[in-house]
């Protein structure tokens, strides 16, 4: 194991933190802080502090950077390339790699050492260490703890997926923004996906989708006062002493836990819960992996999904107390209710047309075209907000055809997440998104399967009914369907016509 840098003070010793910028300025004092002899109606704890405060000496912050690998010879070059081409260099970086049986490892150790890059006449000194941790029950989860013991004495740790490479300004604007602010535990960057690198008619397909899901999700969040509900480990900028905090209130050993599917979310919900703000950067920008295939897609989607929903009820797993009313989880409750009503509108409405056109029943209405108009527009607007938005992503979101079917893939990955939560299957989905990654498993057609099952036996069913029952159950599943479509369509306007502020993603 790599010591950390000598000499650096514990993260919780009262100190105040400057940013090594170049856009910060010269190191400079912070504001007077009144003696305690000009605060006689205070408290003396508080002229304790207060007198603490002054005595303190600002410094510079550091960083230490934590890349956690499985697999990664395709992306950890590349990685490590813009990690080390950054304007404010992290001041140490570690590749821990796990469970590998690939070339990671010796590409990896092609950047070991020490490398120094000057900006704007300062120069900034980073070493590269791998460490390679073999066989880790704990995989990322446990990858990330030994990055953090090795951490220790720094002040933030950036965490960084094996896959995510970073835009060259993002650690000096994630850094810029911490400090800042002391009140923040942990600041997630704006995540993309760089298209750019892949190619054929699929691959393009998913990563429009998911460009325009990861821009949903970071546009939401922006306006929420950038609240981020989850510090995704792709890159994010995280407190020692918020991590500290954690340990110590939820008497754990390390800061992440392994008893969750979504080790992130979790560790967001703690560090609110110990009084720091987990927030999204207003500018800082990260491009992580895409998943280009359906099978990996299917894998990465229900993990991600399972994982939330695990956090909603008490019990579940280890010692998850569930949190279902946690301000982070808002918008998972959130985007759980908007999935059903989706599921509830597109089925009712398939089944509901298929079954009048059988009985000739069926009469074209010009309304029906209002709430698909609103979602592509919608989908439009989004797509016009992206930084580095395309042709391809302003045709996915304007033709709706493509934004739909991607709705209905999101869609299946929901119903998988539920159904493996609900019949408490105990299933490993780490290794099933890994083994999906692979090529391997086919869970990813249960999916249709389950829809063509649906829609068999709901035909059958219809067939077997008279014309009476038929004609009654039109005439109630219309005007429910009718009511739940001008809910879908309000919600949607009415993110439709809010401002951005500015805001990109």
Not at 454 to 460: F, K, L, P, Q, S
Request: charged share 20%; with cysteine.
């Amino acid at each position: 194991m790599t010591d950390s840098s000598p000499g650096l003070r514990r993260a919780t010793d009262r100190q105040i933190l400057v940013p090594r910028s170049a856009k910060a300025g010269p190191l400079a004092l912070p504001p007077a802080v009144p003696q305690l002899a000009e605060l006689e109606a205070v408290e003396t704890v508080v002229g304790e502090i207060a007198a603490a405060a002054t005595n303190a000496t600002p410094r510079n912050a550091t960083i230490s950077c934590i890349i956690p690998c499985y697999n990664e010879q395709e992306t950890i070059a590349d990685v490590l390339r813009s990690i080390l081409a950054q304007t404010r260099l992290p001041d140490v970086v570690h590749v821990i790699i796990n469970n590998t049986d690939d070339d990671t490892p010796e590409i990896a150790r092609t950047f070991e050492g020490r490398h120094i890059r000057t900006v704007k006449g300062e120069d900034f000194v980073t070493t590269v260490h791998v460490h390679d941790m073999g066989v880790n029950p704990d995989k990322k989860v446990g990858a990330l703890n030994y990055g953090y013991f090795l951490s220790r004495g720094f002040d933030y740790i950036l965490g960084v997926d094996g896959d995510t490479t970073l835009a060259r300004d993002a650690v000096e604007r994630l850094e810029l923004e911490m400090t800042d602010d002391p009140r923040i535990g942990g600041l997630s960057a704006i995540y993309s996906i760089d298209k750019s690198r892949y190619k054929g008619l699929m691959a393009r397909f998913l990563i429009a989708g998911q460009r325009a899901q990861f821009g949903a999700f970071n546009m939401d969040n922006l306006l929420r006062g950038r609240n981020m509900a989850v510090l995704g480990g792709q890159c994010s900028l995280f407190s020692i002493r918020a991590l500290e905090m954690v340990m110590v209130r939820h008497h754990q050993q390390a800061p992440w836990v392994r008893d969750s599917e979504v080790e992130d979310s979790k560790l967001s919900l703690q560090i609110k819960d110990a009084g720091f703000s987990t927030k999204i950067s207003a500018t800082a920008r990260a491009y992580v992996g895409p998943m280009t295939n359906l099978r990996a897609l299917h894998g990465q989607q229900v993990k991600w999904n399972f994982g939330a929903i695990d956090l909603f009820w008490p019990g579940q797993r280890g010692d998850n107390k569930g949190q279902p009313l946690h301000p982070n989880l808002r918008l998972r409750w959130y985007e759980n209710i908007s999935m059903g009503f989706n599921i509830a509108s597109r089925l009712g409405f398939l089944l509901l047309l298929v079954a009048a056109l059988s009985i000739h029943a069926f009469v074209f209405n010009p309304i029906w075209l209002i709430p698909p108009a609103v979602a592509a527009l919608l989908n439009l607007r989004l797509a016009l907000a992206m930084k580095d938005k395309s042709a391809s992503d302003i045709l996915y979101a304007a033709l709706a055809l493509p934004a739909e079917i991607y709705m209905w893939v999101r869609m299946g990955h929901f119903v998988s997440a539920w159904a493996q939560f609900l019949a408490q299957t105990d299933k490993d989905n780490w290794a099933a998104q890994a083994n999906a990654e692979k090529g391997k498993g086919s869970a990813y057609v249960m999916p249709l399967v389950v829809l063509l099952a649906i829609t068999g036996g709901a035909i059958y069913a219809w067939s077997q009914q008279s014309l009476g029952v038929q004609s009654a159950i039109l005439s109630l599943g219309w005007p429910v369907l009718y009511i739940a479509t001008i809910a879908q369509t309000v919600f949607m306007a009415r993110k439709l016509v809010r401002r951005h502020r500015g805001f990109a993603v």
